[in-house]
């Protein structure tokens, strides 16, 4: 079964850092983009960042360019985003997601993670 | 940057009726178009891709149309589980990905 498990969300200070983690299983990881969307409450699906099969190339929407970071191992079948200078607008839901259809694009999202919240308040 | 925008912001239907959504680009994004399912508390469940090809175990009642700058969503028949709130998003021109602020099908 494919499956994106996210992890690492939680409670956090302005200006303070988390690291989110997603565990992908179920399909050859290394051949697929991967992606950060998230969600604040109440509000639509934003797309955050996303990575190259191989880990060479990355883009970040403007917001988050200069303070997230994302990465991939995959050899541990594993996508990271190490989120710093965090503010109260970063609040949301961060989904890791992926496009096994489009190979080797990354067109639509078909595969979607449960999410992890992630809060910044003081 | 383009902007999707979704109309309307909110959809009164009754069940067994008929829902049509729209989504309309500021520039052309030919047909790399996706919509989005999303009910509360629940990841979105991709719907539609190439604006109008059903992604895997879509019901048929899910039909999409449209190309360049304005999109059709429709629901031929709504179901008690259709109700939710639903997105699209472009694929033509990237970074970045850009969704619709989405809309809301309600209950009538």
């Known amino acids: 079964e494919v499956q994106l498990v996210e992890s690492g969300g939680g409670l956090v200070q302005p200006g303070g850092s988390l690291r989110l983690s997603c565990a992908a299983s179920g399909f050859t990881f290394s051949n697929y983009w991967m992606s950060w969307v998230r969600q604040a409450p109440g509000k639509g699906l934003q797309w955050v960042a996303n990575i190259k099969p191989d880990g060479s190339e990355k883009f970040y929407v403007d917001s988050v360019k200069g303070r997230f970071t994302i990465s991939r191992d995959n050899a541990r079948n594993s996508l990271y985003l190490q989120m710093n200078s965090l503010r109260a607008d970063d609040t949301a839901i961060y989904y890791c997601a992926t496009d096994l259809a489009s190979r080797p694009r990354n067109d639509a999202f078909d595969i979607w993670g449960q999410g992890t919240m992630v809060t910044v308040s003081s | 940057e383009i902007v999707m925008t979704q109309s309307p912001a909110t959809l009164s239907v009754s069940p067994g009726e008929r829902a049509t959504l729209s989504c309309r680009a500021s520039?052309?994004?030919?047909?790399?178009l996706a919509w989005y399912q999303q009910k509360r508390g629940q990841a979105p469940r991709l719907l539609i891709y190439g604006a109008s090809t059903r992604a895997t175990g879509i019901p048929a009642r899910f039909s999409g149309s449209g190309s360049g700058t304005e999109f059709t969503l429709t629901i031929s028949s709504l179901q008690s589980e259709d109700f939710a709130t639903y997105y699209c998003?472009?694929?033509?021109?990237?970074?970045?990905?850009?969704f619709g602020q989405g809309t809301k099908v309600e209950i009538k």
């Open positions: 520039q052309s994004v030919t047909t790399n």
């Open positions: 998003q472009q694929y033509n021109n990237w970074p970045p990905w850009t």
